[in-house]
Structures are given as C-alpha cells and as structure tokens.
C-alpha cells in the first residue's frame, strides 16, 4: 500500500471542503468493505483517505420523513436489516442485505456505500431501483437529488463527482398496495458476488418492475406497464413474450462467475421465480 494522509473529519463542512481541495486525489471511505480491499490491492491510491465514520451530519438513522424513509449514509445492512419500518415496508431489500457477505461485513458495510461502489453485482442497488429510491448528495456547492436510474454509469461510475459525499437514501414508502422480492444466483451460498441478481415489484395497479444486476455495465430498471406479467388471467405465452423483451435489455458477459448464455437462462428462472414471489406478497 502507498502512504497516504488520513483524515477522520467530526463536521461535515471540513469533509465538503477536503473534497474541494484535494478533488479526485481525495477517496472516501464508510465501511471500508470495498476500499480496504482495493487499497490492498493496488487498485485505488488516494493522496488522501477521508473516513465518514464521524461526521455527525452523515446520520447512521433511519428516519420518517415527507413520505420517505431516509437512510443515512452510515446506515449499515445489519441496522437496517433490523429496523421494524424497512422490514415491513421494504422487505426485499432486507432481502438484499441479508446475503451481503458475511455478518462482520454487514455489520460495517453501508447502503450508501454499496451504491456508490457502483459495481454491477452489487445486490441492494436492484431493489433500491424497483422501489423508485433517490440519493441525496451533498457538496460544497449545495444539495442535490439523482433518482438511482440515473446515478449508475458504468462499472464503478456514478454520475457524483468526486467532491460530492451521498448524505442519505431516499426510497418512498409505498402509497398503496404492492410486493416485491429479491433474488440472486451465486456460486456458492454463502460470502460471493452475484452471478445474477434482481428485484422485481408489483403494484395493486397492475405494474411490474424489474431490476436485473451483474447482466450489464450498471444495475438497470425495465417496467411492464401493459399489466400483462401481474395479470393472473392473462396466458402464459403472453407474459413470455412480455417477459422476453424486459430481459432483452440486459447484456451479461461470459466472466468467472458465469458464462453469458447461462446468465441469459437464469434470468428467466429467476424473473419468474421473483414475480410469483412479488405477486403472492401483493
Ligand atoms: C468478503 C466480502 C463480501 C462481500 N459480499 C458482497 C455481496 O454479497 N453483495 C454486495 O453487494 N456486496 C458485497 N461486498 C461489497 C461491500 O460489502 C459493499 O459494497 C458495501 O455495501 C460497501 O459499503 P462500505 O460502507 O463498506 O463502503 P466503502 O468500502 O467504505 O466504500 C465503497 C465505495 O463507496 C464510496 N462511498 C462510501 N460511502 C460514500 C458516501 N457517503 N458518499 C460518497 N462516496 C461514498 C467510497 O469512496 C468507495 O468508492 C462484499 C465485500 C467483502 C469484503
């Protein structure tokens, strides 16, 4: 690992402005589940590691507000696998957390941070994106609010620029009547990346979201609005087809956790698999 300074900030205006000053030589740090490793690895060299953990401002709360539940972005799975709102409201990402590695890794990685990794496979931005959530990102220069369709860029890309911290995660409580569920393909069952993974939703309205991980550059959110798919009358053959032109959207590569015609198949299973889910929890 090459030197560099380390800085552990309790205010959030000496954050915002190390950010300014040092801009992409600067890193950010949370948890520190995905930057530990890529310090170690060589793969990330800040000139200056700056560590959240204390900044007040970045709330570790999860909180009610303006037809919201806010996550902070010192949030952890753990905590939000535990907190009685979320597992009512937002059971698929309970879900989702649950299979993020392993209990030690839960306990320190954060929501936020498993967004702003922005890798492909990560398994909370799928149902962060089936339940319609925004970030709130914060810089010197003032706030501002992506929906998470347009936070993802590219593998490790998000549209924050480096002098931005995400504050919190906004994912709107549900106004009537839905379900949803989460899946995912892994090598093995415990502690590994997604080959696939994916949310589905279904409303009372008839419409279904899917969003499908590690089968393209970024997580990526498709909608059958035609009410087909949530259609319990409609013929199986139509709901193929409707549910064939969703997946064709996704372009997985052959990597080594899956070749791209396997993801390809298993997209199907698991699409049918997350909406029969979706639909008896609706
Ligand atoms: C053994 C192991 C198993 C894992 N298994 C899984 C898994 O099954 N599924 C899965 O999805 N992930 C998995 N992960 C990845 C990791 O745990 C998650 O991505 C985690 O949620 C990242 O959160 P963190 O707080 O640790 O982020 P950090 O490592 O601190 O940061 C991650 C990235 O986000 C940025 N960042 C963090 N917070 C902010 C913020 N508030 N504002 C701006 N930028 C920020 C950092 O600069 C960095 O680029 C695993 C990791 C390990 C080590």
Redesign the pocket.
């Known amino acids: 690992v090459r030197p560099f300074e380390y800085v552990r900030p309790a205010a959030l205006s000496d954050a915002l402005s190390l950010l300014t000053k040092h801009g992409a030589a600067a ?9 530990m ?1 890529r310090l170690r690895m060589g793969h990330m060299r800040p000139g200056v590691l700056l560590d ?1 953990k204390d900044v007040r401002e ?1 709330s570790d709360r999860i909180v009610e507000t303006g037809g919201v539940l806010r996550f902070g ?1 010192r949030v952890t799975m753990t905590e939000l696998m535990a907190d009685e709102r979320v597992r009512r409201h937002f059971g698929a990402l309970v879900e989702a957390a649950t ?4 209990v030690q ?1 839960r306990n ?3 929501l ?3 967004s ?2 922005a ?1 492909p496979a ?3 931005p799928p149902v962060l994106l089936v339940y319609g959530a925004t970030l709130n990102l914060v810089s010197e220069r003032g706030r501002r609010s992506v929906p998470m369709t347009e936070f993802f860029t590219g593998p490790g890309k998000t549209v ?1 620029t480096p002098e931005e ?2 504050e919190s995660i906004d994912v709107p409580l549900p106004t009537a009547r839905a379900g949803a569920a989460f899946g995912r393909v892994t090598r093995r069952y415990g ?3 997604a080959t696939i993974n994916l949310a589905c939703r279904v409303d009372a309205a008839g419409e279904t979201r899917f969003a499908y991980g590690a089968v393209g550059p970024r997580p990526f959110l498709v909608v059958d609005k035609s009410g087909v798919l949530a259609d319990p009358t409609a013929a199986a053959e139509a709901k193929s087809t409707v549910l064939r032109e969703l997946i064709s959207h996704a372009s997985p590569i052959t990597d080594v956790r899956g070749g791209r015609n396997y993801r390809l198949g298993m997209l199907d299973v698991m699409s049918r698999r997350a909406l029969a889910t979706a639909l008896e929890r609706l």
């Open positions: 890193r950010v740090m949370a948890g520190g589940t995905d930057v490793i959240i970045l972005a299979v993020v590695g392993s890794i320190r990685a954060t936020a941070g498993n702003c990794n890798s990560g398994d909370t924050k911290l995400v502690v590994d990346l």
